[in-house]
Nanobody, 125 residues
Framework: QVQLVESGGGLVQAGGSLRLSCAAS????????MGWFRQSPGKEREFVGA????????YYADSVKGRFTISRDNAKNTVYLQMNSLKPEDTAVYYC??????????????????WGQGTQVTVSS
């Protein structure tokens, strides 16, 4: 397994942008598909997007498609979530997750092996 640490969350106005980072430990990062999920108070953790271990074929939830972009730098053991045109409903704790040899179409939490601690994103109206 890998250990994951998210960063980059914060408070932003509606329409603004944030970039989240997820740094992974270990030498096998390039063999993991990486996903981003989010969770608001009283709601279940929901899929945001994911990217394959090679960096190809990102897949996004409909709610963020066209606004969020996932990328990864395997040399830096880091995956990113660029969030543009943020809306108040994007407010949540954002988590990154790793799935060994996974695909970007893994949208369920049980399909991931490792999780970060989360970073808070708050979008004000």
């Amino acid at each position: 397994q890998v250990q994951l640490v998210e960063s980059g969350g914060g408070l932003v106005q509606a329409g603004g942008s944030l970039r989240l980072s997820c740094a992974a430990s270990g030498r096998t990062f390039s063999s993991y598909a990486m996903g981003w999920f989010r969770q608001s108070p009283g709601k279940e953790r929901e899929f945001v997007g994911a990217i394959t271990y090679s960096g190809g074929s990102p897949y996004y939830a409909d709610s963020v498609k066209g606004r969020f972009t996932i990328s990864r730098d395997n040399a830096k053991n880091t995956v990113y979530l660029q969030m543009n045109s943020l809306k108040p409903e994007d407010t949540a704790v954002y988590y990154c997750a790793a799935a060994r040899w996974g695909s970007s179409f893994q949208t369920n939490t049980y399909e991931y092996d490792s999780w970060g601690q989360g970073t808070q994103v708050t979008v004000s109206s």
